[in-house]
Nanobody, 118 residues
């Protein structure tokens, strides 16, 4: 399975971006898809995950009400809609995927850079 993340870029504070993560290969490997981010000098952190059936779990209170995840199973693609962006959202954003029952994410995309200017 290969994951291709896209949609990052430079945006002003308060703006929006939508990231996409397209998976190629077996759809059974993408039961769970999630988004992570790593800011400069910080550890990678989990943001949110979504199952094939649409179950969603957020892991960051800081993005509640601003970020939303969705997926198109027909396209094997997950999305991260980011609104009201803040400079502290600046990071490399990664998508990841896992099979059902996996205890951790197995497949990772290459990352896409999001820069939010003040």
């Amino acid at each position: 399975v290969q994951l291709q993340a896209s949609g990052g870029g430079l945006v002003q504070a308060g703006g929006s971006l939508r990231l996409s993560c397209r998976a190629s290969g077996s759809t059974s490997s993408t039961y769970l898809m999630g988004w992570f981010r790593q800011a400069p000098g910080k550890d990678r952190e989990s943001i949110v995950g979504i199952t094939r059936s649409g179950g969603i779990r957020y892991h960051q209170d800081s993005v509640a009400g601003r970020f939303s995840i969705s997926r198109d199973n027909a396209k094997n693609t997950a999305y991260l809609q980011m609104n009201s962006l803040k400079p502290e959202d600046t990071a490399v954003y990664y998508c990841a995927a896992a099979r059902a029952g996996a205890t951790e994410y197995t497949y990772w995309g290459q990352g896409t850079l999001v820069t939010v200017s003040s």
